[in-house]
Each structure stands twice: as structure tokens, then as C-alpha cells.
């Protein structure tokens, strides 16, 4: 599976977007779901809702119906990593979605990301590896 952040979520969706063609194309090409988080998703569904409305909010519960796109599930095992993560990161700062995007990470094993943000070069799987940032042109 690919990780998936709330920026390229929107993109997807969203034609006004520079990239949505291109991230469109790319994910339809992946044989893999994407895996997002509730925290992108929900990241993702308002800014749809101010963009574009329900519509744009239909299309995002489209990949979820369609399972182009999965969730991952925290737990709340994972909720003292979480803060320690956005300790961590507090220079950045670490938003809550990415920090659970790097939290999935560490517990699938996962790697490859598709994402608009470049704090992914920075953060650290398991505080050792970097993200594979998928590029699409």
C-alpha cells in the first residue's frame, strides 16, 4: 500500500488543483489502495466542503466505496507516540494528520508516500527512515 496525505486527497478531486491531472493518472495506475487516515480524510472533507461542496465531498467518499482508498485505524495504544511525535516535530510544527500518517507507518511498515508536503522529508519512520516520496509530474 502507498501512504496517503490530505493535500494529494484534495487534489484528486479537486480540477482547479495545478496537479489533479497528474495525481489522478498516477493513482489510477497504482495497483495498490492507497492508505490514508481519518485525520486526512477529515482534513480532506473540509477543505472539499469550502472548495467545492457536497459534491466534492461525494467524490472523496467515492475512493472509500470504490476502495482506491483505505483508513487506518489509531488505537489508543498509539495515542502517548502520537504526542511524542508532535513533541519531536514541534519545531515544524507536526500537524495531527501527518504525525498519524507517520504513526501508520511505523506500524505497517509502509514507506512509499504520496503526498504536497515536504515536512515528509524530514520526518522519520521509527526515527530511522525516511519516507519514499512518491513523484508525479
Known sequence: MILCDAGVLLCLVDRTQPLHKAYKGAVLRLTKPLLTTWSCLTEAMY?????????MQKQLGQLLLNKLLTAYEIQEGDYPRLLALMEQYRDRPMDLADVTLVLAAEKTGYRQILTLDSDFLFYRIGDRDTFEIIQVQ
Open 47 to 55: 477543505l472539499a466542503l469550502r472548495r467545492g461542496g457536497w459534491q
